[in-house]
């Protein structure tokens, strides 16, 4: 029996080869300094001040020793309340989408929501109502998105979502979907929590390598794993995303910022520890406005602004 030998040009193979490696190349995404935090006196040497986004305005609000200080668009400090202990000691901030903002705040017994208008002065506190006995409300992050709010005890591992006016909408316990995959005894805080322009929320757990993402219709999903290659984590950070859906993830020990899309694929990583402007040290909190990425880091390196281009 004979058997038909076909040759393949090699230029036909080459494309078939290009097709197959583009089907699953990471997209071509560059990230490049910009600048760093300053004020009229300087560069401001924060290490590991809280970050929140306010997407309509482009400003950033950082939260450092119970005080906030609010940064324009070109990274200049344009603003500062709270450093009189009148509204207590600020944990977080929650910029709303009319101009106000929600305050997450300390008096060293208990916690308290409040309401303020774009001066940090105070409008109204906060009543959260209807929360099931069976949830708790000791949050350590705010996030107010589309109308909702979102409070986070990180070390509870519990989610309440509240309306605007602070009533009850729904509950996450998201301690009881790890539990299953957890070992006896042991319990694994939330790191790095956020809330993606679709409502589901975004978080990290160190302990376990991962990050997840979970639906407003309690769908869960993880990603990433241990290890040095990129894409795998040492100790997973803070997490957040973008409008076209991209999901950044801050890897503490490694110094890097890593980008996956919205299914999760690693697309690249940058930082790394060094003394350069676009190196980064120990980063620990991020965020994300239309295109600019900013991180805060360790050693007074204060936040620095990179500009995401995907080609």
């Known amino acids: 029996m004979k058997y038909l030998h076909i040759k393949t040009p090699y230029f036909l193979i080459a494309i078939i080869l290009l097709v197959l490696c583009s089907t699953n190349a990471p997209a071509a995404i560059k990230a490049s300094y910009m600048y760093t935090f300053s004020n009229f006196t300087g560069r401001v040497s924060y290490s590991w001040a809280g970050m929140s986004a306010d997407r309509e305005r482009g400003e950033i609000y950082a939260i450092y020793q119970g005080s906030v200080s609010v940064f324009n668009s070109v990274g200049m400090e344009i603003y500062q309340f709270g450093d009189d202990t009148a509204l207590g000691h600020i944990l977080d901030v929650a910029p709303e989408q009319d101009g106000r903002i929600l305050l997450l705040s300390s008096d060293g017994t208990r916690v308290s929501i409040l309401r303020c208008n774009y001066r940090g002065e105070l409008k109204e506190t906060l009543e959260i109502k209807g929360v099931p006995p069976n949830f708790s409300l000791r949050p350590q992050r705010i996030v107010s998105r589309k109308g909702y709010i979102y409070l986070a005890d990180l070390s509870g591992r519990q989610v309440v979502v509240t309306d605007s006016y602070g009533a009850f909408v729904d509950g996450y316990d998201i301690g009881a979907h790890l539990a299953k995959d957890e070992k006896p005894g ?25 990050a997840f993402r979970m639906s407003r219709d309690h769908k869960i999903e993880s990603f990433g794993g241990a290890g040095n290659l990129p894409g795998k984590f040492n100790v997973a950070g803070a997490i957040a995303s973008d409008d076209k859906g991209f999901i950044y993830v801050a890897d503490i020990l490694k110094s890097v910022v890593m980008i996956f899309d919205k299914d999760f694929n690693f697309q690249m990583q940058f930082g790394h520890r060094g003394n350069g402007p676009d190196n980064l040290t120990i980063p620990m909190n991020i965020e994300v406005i239309r295109d600019k990425l900013f991180v805060n880091q360790a050693r007074n390196k204060g936040v620095s602004v990179f500009r995401v281009a995907y080609n």
């Open 186 to 210: 042991t319990q694994n805080d939330l790191l790095g929590f956020s809330v993606d322009s679709d409502g589901n929320m975004l978080f990290t757990v160190p302990t376990i390598f991962l």
